[in-house]
């Protein structure tokens, strides 16, 4: 049986930002190619393509937790000196507010 990220009782608020989290990883070029399996432990095609899906996201696929986990967690403190770029994509705010609700969460 499929573990859904929707039943993990995330509102539909988180959900946007765990989207635009997915899509800043996907989009952004935050993350150097070269560094970004080592970070996340998928690749950046394996992040969009759960970005693909959203929101049918299986939890019960590694690739789509670690894509889920490693973009909220690498985007909280690594991309140095890309402030301005990851704003335009999600607030420090609502980072740190959803890896809170992330960390709780028993997948």
Request: proline share 2%.
């Amino acid at each position: 049986m499929m573990k859904s990220i929707i039943d993990f009782g995330f509102t539909i608020d988180e959900l946007n930002v765990i989207k635009k989290c997915l899509a800043a990883v996907v989009e952004g070029r935050l993350f150097d190619d070269w560094e970004f399996q080592t970070l996340f432990g998928v690749n950046r095609n394996q992040v969009a393509i759960t970005l693909s899906q959203w929101p049918n996201i299986d939890l019960e696929r590694e690739e789509s937790l670690l894509a889920i986990t490693g973009s909220i967690m690498n985007l909280i403190g690594y991309p140095h000196g890309r402030d301005a770029l990851l704003k335009k994509y999600v607030s420090s705010e609502e980072l740190r507010n959803l890896s809170k609700k992330w960390q709780e969460c028993n997948f």
